[in-house]
Nanobody
Framework: VQLQASGGGLVEAGGSLRLSCAASGRTLSLSSYVMGWFRQAPGKQRELVAAFTASGATHYADSVKGRFTIFTDSAKVTVYLQMNGLKPEDTAVYYC????????????WGQGTLVTVSS
């Protein structure tokens, strides 16, 4: 599977953005994969922001709980990250990633989309 992330941009603090991650190539469904969103801010390590577990539950970093939501469309072709109440510290390149349920590491990555939150 190949992943295509989009939806980043410049937004004022308190605003919202919705990121999308679509499957492309020979595989158009993400139903066989466990999906997650990561981000990397300048000078910082990449961190997990939100993800599905293998059982379909959701997991969020403490810094985004209550503000971000990960969800998929009914066909499981696209995974979204709804980001509300954005803060300047959310500024980063956001990546979607996929892994197979029995593999712990994410091994398929999208190209990243830049989110900039102005104060």
């Amino acid at each position: 599977v190949q992943l295509q992330a989009s939806g980043g941009g410049l937004v004022e603090a308190g605003g919202s953005l919705r990121l999308s991650c679509a499957a492309s190539g020979r595989t158009l469904s993400l139903s066989s994969y466990v999906m997650g969103w990561f981000r990397q801010a300048p000078g910082k390590q990449r961190e997990l922001v939100a993800a599905f577990t293998a059982s379909g539950a959701t997991h969020y970093a403490d810094s985004v709980k209550g503000r971000f939501t990960i969800f998929t469309d009914s066909a499981k072709v696209t995974v979204y990250l709804q980001m509300n109440g954005l803060k300047p510290e959310d500024t980063a390149v956001y990546y979607c990633a996929a892994r197979l349920p029995h593999i712990g590491q994410y091994n398929v990555w999208g190209q990243g989309t830049l989110v900039t939150v102005s104060s």
